[in-house]
Nanobody
């Protein structure tokens, strides 16, 4: 059974940092692309970042470039999202997802349950 479990969310002041983790099980981790998405109340879900096993590429939304960094630890089947210089507009539920084709273009096949990130001003 494929499972993705996010952790690391919480409450932080603006300018602070958090590191989210996405622990995967039930599949060969390094064959997949893993993406991070977020959804704020009343807003559509948006893609934040992705790392592709197929070509090693990474992707960042313009809104997080220079502040967020995605990385992968294949030995631990875990993808991290280091979030620095957080802003109140980063407040959302963050989800990780896996794309079995190994590319960041989606559609994604498996989703985690999400972790709440709240940034206070």
């Amino acid at each position: 059974e494929v499972q993705l479990v996010e952790s690391g969310g919480g409450l932080v002041q603006a300018g602070g940092s958090l590191r989210l983790s996405c622990a995967a099980s039930g599949f060969t981790f390094d064959d997949y692309a893993i993406g991070w998405f977020r959804q704020a109340p009343g807003k559509e879900r948006e893609g934040v970042s992705c790392i592709s096993s197929s070509d090693g590429s990474t992707y960042y939304a313009d809104s997080v470039k220079g502040r967020f960094t995605i990385s992968s630890d294949n030995a631990r089947n875990t993808v991290y999202l280091q979030m620095n210089s957080l802003k109140p507009e980063d407040t959302a539920v963050y989800y990780c997802a896996a794309d079995v084709k190994g590319y960041c273009s989606g559609p994604y096949d498996y989703w985690g349950q999400g972790t709440q990130v709240t940034v206070s001003s």
